[in-house]
């Protein structure tokens, strides 16, 4: 083929059009930029507050403090776009692993590029597994067939060759390269491609919030109009009672700092990008992080056989030569001859399967003629000269139709056939073997490769069955997903007795039954709810029906996550709760369609893909209530002066300060909080249930609460016995106190109550680090005069602040544990 010669594009031409035409690749619309980072880091509430602060301080002439706050701006700026690039540098790390490499033809030769580098006019060549890489029209084509069932849904090859009918005479990108080989020529790359087309209609699709981030957005919104609200009275109480409207304006914004619970978006997005991360470590990537957190609500898995429950890899399971006595078909040579029907090389899973068990073709015997399956002819057969120069055609294909073409036929044949329907109820694949001899021998030794199949009286040599092997890790995770509450629902495209097979070597129910396709779409809705909610077998399955199936079993009431991986799964991937796409052998537009990427096609990490997505989630809810709790002795210290009397605590530098505690502690040590033992021993959590339900959010109140009356009686207490003492001393009692008690709200629900004994790892790590530090910043910040002057503190007895720092962690144990136990009791 290389000896022909050959059209193609020189590399400066090449590189010209690439840099006009863009690579060859999906766009993927859901890329943030600087400037998209940027406005999101601008429409924070709590960056806003920041930069009003320090703008006060500035104008008042407070360069220290108003140059800190405008640090601590541009500190939060920094953070949004760190982050941001990282979440950017892990999707471009997941698009890089779907780039194969093709063969193109530039400055006269051969050489190797990435797919996404092709270019319309490059002459691409199409070998036996490759994907094609973008839309052509061959120009060289020797015994190319090509699986096009990621476009048309058509399971069978489609034969192709050079300057036939536009249909024959196309390649689509996507598609797969079963046999032979050819050049192409590019004609359409990208979003201009017939994928590409499918990949567009799908992006107009707008992916709604998930609950988790609805849910942050009402919180954050509702207690932003409670914190504006409550920062006008304070500005107006203050300055009516103390003249002292700066001071009021400076508390306002102090207050409002405390109440905004800015950490709750943070914490969510953080959360699923380290979630994202460890799915990773399991082999699931991530395409949209925040789905993980509808994992911990899945209750059907609806999954497909080939590749995911199974090995994706046919093993010969039984050969049944035919005949009786002396005339009979030994089993070597039924194999020889499925051996001589089959290509050696090829992709074919069966052709591989054969060649495992039978070995390599005879030696002396030349092949003369290939004639691959098609259509309306599921046979292959390919013609012989054996090393007597006799010419024999041998053939293997479907039963029932190579029946029809063996001398006698299928009346004559009727007790194999009956033996063929039978193996095939096992759940088998099944695959007859024929041979015959040419009667014109000397005209079939001259056939050319274009000629048609000679015809010749096929003799009925036998019966070979095959399998694809169930993965061994299946039924453990089946086990587990049912122990965990979630059902698992088989469907597939094959024969509805082997459907049944696999699924119950799986685990999977099939106490009901198994359902076709068909019979499924010949109901009326309500009766389509009713089986989603029995039925877990499905059989004979179009990927619209695959679509229909997600949305009645949504109507019924359950969070579903779907598997597929070709362009016709893409509607039942997006429609889906959770759509997951196969990694080796999906497409970009699955891909593009799903939230989740199974790099190594084994249901045992998709369930646990589904522990870690639980785990997520607990860590989110003991996150929350940490939020909540220690907003409210942050809000409470700024209010409190207005309500006793007493001089000004909280400046915004103090609750900035304390934000840059609490921020570590809600990325770091609740994220690396370890599952608990129960994580999959218990049923999947509704899905309409949020971060802090009632008792949790009343156990997070009471230790907000129990923090601020401590400080507020250790205030009390310190202006009994030290009347003489100044604000500023105040104000490093009250500091240091908060400070104590963050840590313990931190330890406490982490270490379930100062269990250390079973607290270890990357959370105790985080936590022992983050504390040490906080402490010796503090201890700087009272032993450096000038940093003590900017923050308003000044030193205080020792005694007085280890008395303290201990009382407060002891009351919050206390009421810990209290909580602990009303949970666990009834």
């Given amino acids: 083929m290389q000896a022909k010669p050959m059209g193609g594009l020189r590399s400066e031409e090449a ?6 035409q863009g690579p060859n690749r999906l766009a993927d619309s859901e890329r943030h930029g600087l400037r998209a980072l940027l406005r999101e880091v601008w429409t924070e509430p709590m960056f806003m507050l920041l930069l009003a602060s320090a703008g006060v301080y500035l104008l008042l002439g407070d360069w220290g403090e108003g140059l800190l706050l405008s640090g601590f701006a541009v500190l939060t700026v920094g953070l949004v776009l760190v982050q941001g690039h990282r979440r950017e540098r892990a999707l471009q790390a997941l698009r890089e692993l779907s780039v194969p490499q093709v063969q193109v033809h530039r400055d006269g030769r051969w050489q190797h590029c990435p797919a996404t580098a092709v270019v319309v006019g490059d002459w691409v060549m199409l070998c036996e597994g490759d994907r094609v890489a973008a ?6 084509a020797a015994g190319l067939r090509v699986d096009e069932a990621l476009l048309t849904g058509e399971s069978w090859p489609v034969d192709k060759w050079a300057d036939g009918e536009p249909a024959a005479g196309q390649v689509w990108a996507g598609t797969l390269v079963v046999a032979g080989h050819g050049v192409a020529e590019v004609t359409a790359t990208g979003a201009r ?8 209609a799908l992006s107009g699709i707008e992916l709604a919030a998930t609950p988790l981030q609805q849910q942050v957005r009402r919180l954050v919104r509702a207690f932003g109009l409670l914190a504006l609200v409550a920062m006008a009275v304070v500005v107006l109480v203050w300055g009516a009672l103390q003249r002292d409207w700066v001071g009021g304006l400076l508390s306002a914004l102090a207050l409002g700092m405390g109440m905004l ?24 990537l991530a395409r949209r992080p925040a789905a993980i957190e509808a994992l911990g609500t899945t209750t059907l898995l609806c999954v497909d056989k080939t590749g995911t429950l199974t090995e994706n890899r046919l093993r010969l399971r039984g050969a049944w030569p035919w005949g009786e006595g002396a005339g009979a078909t030994t089993e070597a040579a039924l194999l020889r001859a499925a051996a001589l029907a089959s290509r050696q090389t090829a992709v074919d899973p069966l052709d591989r399967a054969i060649a495992d068990v039978a070995g390599p073709h005879p030696a002396g015997w030349t092949l003369l003629g290939d004639w691959p399956v098609q259509a309306l002819r599921p046979m292959a057969s390919r013609l012989w000269r054996s090393p007597e120069g006799v010419a024999c055609l041998v053939a293997k294909g479907s039963p029932e139709y190579l029946a029809t073409r063996c001398v006698g036929g299928a009346v004559a044949l009727k007790q194999p056939l009956e033996h063929a329907a039978a193996l095939a109820a096992q759940g088998l694949r099944v695959l007859a073997v024929a041979q015959g001899t040419c009667v014109d021998n000397a005209a079939a030794q001259t056939i050319g490769p274009a000629a048609a199949e000679p015809q010749v009286g096929l003799h009925w040599l036998g019966l070979l069955t095959f399998e694809d092997p169930l993965r061994p890790t299946v039924p453990t995770a089946v086990q587990q997903a049912r122990e965990a509450g979630i059902q698992v629902c088989l469907i597939t495209g094959d024969h509805p007795q082997t459907a049944l097979s696999i699924a119950r070597q799986a685990g999977i129910d099939t106490q009901p039954g198994v359902m076709e396709g068909a019979v499924f779409e010949a109901l009326n809705p309500v009766q389509r709810q009713a089986a989603m909610r029995t039925v877990r077998v499905f059989a004979r399955v179009s990927p ?8 009645h079993a949504q109507a019924a009431g359950e969070v579903v996550a779907m598997t597929g991986d070709g362009v016709n799964d893409a509607p039942a991937l997006k429609a889906a709760h959770i759509g997951v796409a196969m990694g080796r052998r999906g497409t970009d537009v699955a891909r593009e369609a799903s939230s989740l990427v199974l790099m190594r096609e084994d249901f045992s990490h998709l369930v646990g893909a589904i522990a870690q997505g639980r785990t997520v989630f607990d860590n989110l809810r003991k996150v929350s209530g940490y939020i909540v709790s220690i907003h409210i002795p942050l809000a409470g210290l700024a209010v409190a002066p207005l309500l006793l009397g007493w001089p000004p605590l909280m400046t915004p530098a103090h609750v900035v300060l304390t934000e840059m505690l609490i921020d570590p502690m809600c990325s770091l040590a609740f994220e690396a909080a370890p599952p608990s033992p129960s994580v999959m021993k218990r049923p999947p959590r509704p899905a309409t249930q949020g971060l802090l339900d009632r008792r949790a959010m009343a156990q997070a109140l009471a230790m907000g609460l129990t923090l601020w009356a401590a400080l507020m009686a250790w205030g009390t207490l310190a202006r009994w016995a030290c009347p003489e003492g100044n604000a500023d001393q105040l104000r490093t009692l009250l500091m240091s106190g908060l400070l104590a008690g963050n840590l313990a709200l931190v330890a406490l629900p982490l270490t379930q109550g100062w269990a250390f004994a079973d607290w270890h790892g990357a959370s105790a790590r985080v936590l022992a680090m983050a504390g040490g530090l906080a402490v010796g910043l503090w201890v700087l910040a009272l032993q450096w005069p000038a940093l003590g002057r900017l923050l308003l503190l000044q030193p205080v007895s020792a005694g007085w602040l280890l008395l303290e720092a201990l009382s407060i962690v002891a009351l919050l144990a206390l009421v810990h544990r209290l909580a602990i136990r009303s949970t666990i009791s009834p």
């Fill in 15 to 20: 590189h010209r059009r690439w840099r006009e």
């Fill in 135 to 140: 839309d052509g029209v061959l120009r060289q």
């Fill in 193 to 200: 491609t017939r994928m590409g087309g499918i990949g567009q």
């Fill in 261 to 284: 619970p800015e950490e709750f978006p943070m914490a969510l997005a953080v959360f699923m990008s380290m979630g994202a991360w460890r799915l990773s470590r399991l082999h699931v």
């Fill in 544 to 551: 619209l029906t695959k679509l229909s199936l997600v949305q």
